[in-house]
């Protein structure tokens, strides 16, 4: 069969033709009313700014629909970092998306929280058995023995509850009381805080404190030295500088010894200079994040001593900078919070 004559002209225009069609970009995914998610009831805080036109995405990937392209110069909230490439975003009318973390794209304040969860730091002892003692719950000779301390244990003087029971910490992290009796226990432990009122040692704690703002960030930091804090070592820290008071050396047993004193309280508005609070896991920035959440179980993850006024002075990230000050109302460490309550 004869192949029919084409011109040299024509065969070139329609290469040319194809060509271009295969530069052209595939068309987006067009986005359906359905997949775009809208925040109403959160307030719109911008924490970020546009540097060049971005796609705004409906999940974090490049292969999800595009709302549309975040335009130079436009403020965004970004909430959360989904992974090393995108950011979970809300827009001016909250719109809840997401956009690239590059920084090409987006200049941004916001921080990403240490959420990991302390290992126990059991503080040095100052107190030894000198013969085998109950170990028990309370401080009652009818209270639950937890198990007997051995003769020649080392173990923590937390406080001195009354005349007949000291409050105390073993090796273990396990938190009791055990007789203050000389026939029992042997320690070089004192509490000349006591012998202040609670309001100039809550100032003496909170200026001991406010020395140290600025002083960066670790996550497990040491414990014999000050050139870095977490939350409970900072708080540790400020309580023994400020009015020689050793408290464990990590979160968790922080908010145990304070649940011993019993005074603690749920709302934080009820806390006076010198409290510590307590906080659980950051899940989310609005109060629908936390709507499920059973508070009683939590796990305490954060701690940082009250200022009154609505204001804490805690640390808890490299990137917001170490000791700092923070507005508990209104923001994530209202949600988050769990009690609060004296050391003593």
Known sequence: MEVPFMPTKLIFLIVAFAISLSLLPMQATVVSAAEIKVNSQATFEPNAIILSSVSFRTQPSTDSP???????????????????????????????????????????????????????????????????????????????????????????????????????????????????????????????????????????????????????????????????FDCSDFVRQAFLDGIKQQLPGDSRNQAVLVKSIGTTSSNWQQLKKGDLVFFMAYKGYTPASYASVNKATETVTHVGIYLGDGRMLHTYSQASGGVRIDTIAGSQWELRFLFGGSTY
């Not at 909230?77 to 987006?106: H, L």
């Not at 401080?139 to 198990?147: E, F």
């Not at 409050?167 to 006591?194: A, C, F, H, M, R």
Request: aromatic share 12%; proline share 4%; glycine share 6%.
């Open 66 to 228: 595009r709302i549309r392209y975040l335009v130079k110069g436009e403020r965004v909230a970004v909430f959360e970092r989904v992974n090393s490439y995108w950011y979970k975003v809300t827009d001016s009318s909250k719109v809840v998306g997401y956009v690239s973390t590059g920084s090409q794209y987006i200049d941004t304040t916001y921080v990403e929280e240490e959420n990991q969860l302390e290992a126990d730091f059991p503080s040095p002892p100052n107190a030894t058995a000198v013969s085998s003692v109950s170990f028990r719950k309370g401080p009652d000779t009818n209270s639950t023995r937890i198990r007997y301390l051995k003769k020649g244990e080392q173990v923590l003087i937390l406080n001195k509850t009354n005349q007949y029971w000291y409050n105390i910490q073993d090796q273990n992290g396990v938190i009791g009381y055990v007789s203050t009796s000389s026939s029992y226990l042997t320690t070089s432990y004192i509490e000349p805080y006591k012998q202040l009122s609670r309001a100039v040692a809550a100032q003496k704690v909170i200026d001991a404190g406010s020395r140290y703002l600025g002083v960066p960030y670790e996550f497990a930091s040491s414990r014999n030295d000050t050139s870095t």
